[in-house]
């Protein structure tokens, strides 16, 4: 099998994948949701591809071709391959492990991802060893070192796009997202250059200085263009133009990636760069026919909290119908993007 340091990487990785009872389990639950099968993929294991390239993110390695995993070679596929597995129930793992974290080390004795007995992936928030391993990871960091590393990428594109730190030779990143968020009224007033670093700046300020932001109003203008989208899903559902289960899967659906890295430093996770093992999830609840909208990863709900939207969004569905609109200027970046065509005003 190789080294002890290998071996003790098969074994942390075990602790953490579910047998493949458990990947049939948590299969069954969502294969139906998938519109636009790949009819190349395994049917329950999916297909290992990225273009051709996977990066392993924890250990630095590369796979230069397309792998696939089959049920006959499950549990002879070597362990390293089998953690990359699109499923979101694998995938997720290391995708998590990976955002999670700013340090590169995964042997644990008290992992932050946890197996349910239902084979259900979720985050080991509430365990407080889990929390005091976290902790500890953070107080050895080596915090001047990064805060230098954060100063070559991102110094330059913060100094030459907000005059306000034009002349600062230090930053002091809680600042940067201060000014950003009180400053800017629309989304698309800010700079595409500073805006497009605020998950590395938004996760840097958390872990060491433990800052959580509120949704600054920035965002409102975004939320309600996600949420017009959300709507019409819904109603190509209800008015039976389409179906299928009411989810939107940001790996088949390429207007979703986007609009959640927008929105990804004012979500409570981090939203993976590859999105098939994620997905937004909204239901009519048969009860008040509201509408609930979540993003959830390997079946862990996350509602999505936007404050002027009443915090997880749930409201009557003839109400959600009369809030939502699509600023003009958001529309005009839409349409120049995916060259629709420009309507005509009103």
């Not at 792998?67 to 129930?89: A, G, K, M, W």
């Amino acid at each position: 099998m190789g080294s002890d340091l290998e071996k003790e990487e098969v074994e942390t990785w075990k602790a953490l994948i579910p047998n493949r009872e458990d990947v049939e389990t948590v299969y069954n639950m969502y294969k139906f949701e998938q519109y636009k099968p790949d009819p190349t993929a395994d049917p329950i294991f999916g297909q290992l591809t990225h273009n051709g390239i996977f990066q392993m993110r924890h250990r630095k390695i590369y796979m230069d071709e397309e792998q696939f995993i089959t049920p006959e070679n499950y549990n002879n596929v070597d362990i390293l391959v089998r953690s990359t597995c699109r499923d979101r129930t694998l995938h997720s793992v290391q995708s998590l492990l990976s955002g999670f974290f700013p340090i590169t080390e995964f042997k644990d004795t008290y992992p932050i991802i946890q197996i349910e007995p239902d084979g259900i992936c979720c985050l080991n928030r509430e365990d407080p060893e889990s929390q005091n391993n976290y902790n500890r990871r953070l107080g050895m960091y080596d915090w001047q070192e990064h805060e230098e590393r954060m100063m070559r990428k991102y110094g330059d594109i913060v100094t030459t796009h907000i005059p306000f730190f034009r002349n600062q030779k230090h930053i002091r990143w809680p600042d940067v997202m201060d000014f950003v968020i009180t400053r800017y009224n629309h989304l698309m007033d800010i700079p595409e250059e500073v805006y497009t670093i605020f998950p590395e700046v938004y996760k840097h300020n958390m872990n060491k200085f433990r800052i959580l932001y509120n949704t600054p109003k920035c965002l409102h203008s975004f939320c309600d263009a996600l949420l017009e989208m959300i709507k019409k899903e819904v109603d190509d559902v209800m008015s039976g133009a389409v179906q299928r289960k009411m989810s939107i899967y940001s790996g088949h659906d390429t207007t979703l990636m986007p609009l959640l890295n927008v929105l990804a430093p004012f979500l409570p996770v981090e939203v993976p760069k590859y999105g098939s093992q994620i997905c937004l999830e909204y239901w009519e609840n048969e009860f008040d026919q509201s509408i609930d909208v979540a993003m959830r990863f390997n079946g862990y709900y996350q509602p999505i909290f936007i404050e002027h939207y009443v915090e997880s969004l749930i409201v009557p569905y003839p109400e959600f119908c009369k809030t939502l609109t699509i600023p003009k200027y958001l529309l005009e970046v839409m349409r120049d993007k995916n060259k629709l065509a420009v309507l005509e005003d009103e």
